[in-house]
């Protein structure tokens, strides 16, 4: 077991990160978004951390039912800003490929994987609803801006489908490829560092790591096959 890490010593890991904003800055790149992005970071996981933990002491299913729409709604529209079409329009078609996608495996691994008891235990559908939705909106990101730019070079749709689609599954599977042998995934990690045996913690990553291969490719299948007639002739 391991200690709360006071304040103090959190502080430390922000100087590597401090020094590549610098490096940023002296090489001009856009240095002001990644500042902005870790304040966002900081203020995001201060807030969520507060809230979770009333949330995981709800016994009411509407709580975490609510937790998952907002989750939803919001990856599926962050998942847009990769392209260059009207985000209002292509909307539903995100929301529907990461809700089919991202749903469908959250159900399977919650309800028959860990047979959840009570279905909505808000401490384990949270978790990993958060890794099972944000796969999905990468992928889904990763895919439209890799389709746009297959198209602007007149490759057929079926061919720039494809290269899209195999753009966005690489994360997930360089992943499994290196898991084990070049990384321990968060999962896994953070299971050891609370004592529990590797070898349970091994099962779980598995888990982990099959759910989000499943819902990144179906949803950004879905999404791919939907965005054809929304696409400029």
Same mark, same amino acid.
């Given at each position: 077991?391991?200690?709360?890490?006071?304040?103090?010593?959190?502080?430390?890991?922000?100087?590597?990160? !401090?020094?590549?904003?610098?490096?940023?800055?002296?090489?001009?790149?856009?240095?002001?978004?990644?500042?902005?992005?870790?304040?966002?970071?900081?203020?995001?996981?201060?807030?969520?951390?507060?809230?979770?933990?009333? !949330?995981?002491?709800?016994?009411?299913?509407?709580?975490?039912?609510?937790?998952?729409?907002?989750?939803?709604?919001?990856?599926?529209?962050?998942?847009?800003?990769?392209?260059?079409?009207?985000?209002?329009?292509?909307?539903?078609?995100?929301?529907?490929?990461?809700?089919?996608?991202?749903?469908?495996?959250?159900?399977?691994?919650?309800? =028959?994987?860990?047979?959840?008891?009570?279905?909505?235990?808000?401490?384990?559908?949270?978790?990993?609803?958060?890794?099972?939705?944000?796969?999905?909106?990468?992928? !889904?990101?990763?895919?439209?801006?890799?389709?746009?730019?297959?198209?602007?070079?007149?490759?057929?749709?079926?061919?720039?489908?494809?290269?899209?689609?195999?753009?966005? =599954?690489?994360?997930?599977?360089?992943? =499994?490829?290196?898991?084990?042998?070049?990384?321990?995934?968060?999962? =896994?990690?953070?299971?050891?560092?609370?004592?529990?045996?590797?070898?349970?913690?091994?099962?779980?990553?598995?888990?982990?790591?099959?759910?989000?291969?499943?819902?990144?490719?179906?949803?950004?299948?879905?999404?791919?096959?939907?965005?054809?007639?929304?696409?400029?002739?």
């Amino acid at each position: 077991m391991i200690d709360i890490i006071p304040l103090e010593r959190l502080l430390i890991i922000f100087v590597p990160a !401090i020094l590549v904003i610098g490096l940023m800055y002296r090489w001009q790149l856009s240095w002001h978004k990644a500042v902005y992005a870790m304040l966002r970071m900081l203020i995001q996981l201060l807030l969520i951390g507060y809230a979770l933990i009333m !949330i995981f002491e709800s016994s009411a299913s509407w709580v975490t039912l609510s937790v998952l729409a907002i989750m939803l709604l919001a990856s599926s529209w962050i998942a847009l800003n990769t392209l260059n079409l009207n985000p209002l329009k292509l909307f539903p078609i995100s929301l529907f490929a990461i809700f089919i996608g991202g749903g469908l495996t959250l159900v399977l691994v919650t309800q =028959m994987v860990l047979n959840l008891q009570p279905w909505y235990a808000p401490r384990f559908v949270i978790p990993l609803a958060g890794m099972i939705f944000a796969n999905s909106m990468t992928s !889904i990101s990763l895919a439209g801006e890799r389709l746009q730019t297959e198209l602007e070079q007149d490759q057929s749709f079926e061919q720039a489908r494809a290269i899209a689609f195999r753009t966005a =599954m690489i994360p997930i599977v360089n992943s =499994m490829f290196a898991v084990g042998l070049v990384s321990l995934p968060g999962m =896994m990690t953070g299971q050891i560092l609370s004592g529990v045996s590797p070898f349970i913690a091994a099962r779980y990553q598995i888990m982990v790591m099959c759910m989000l291969f499943g819902a990144s490719g179906i949803s950004t299948a879905l999404f791919l096959a939907l965005l054809h007639k929304h696409l400029p002739k």
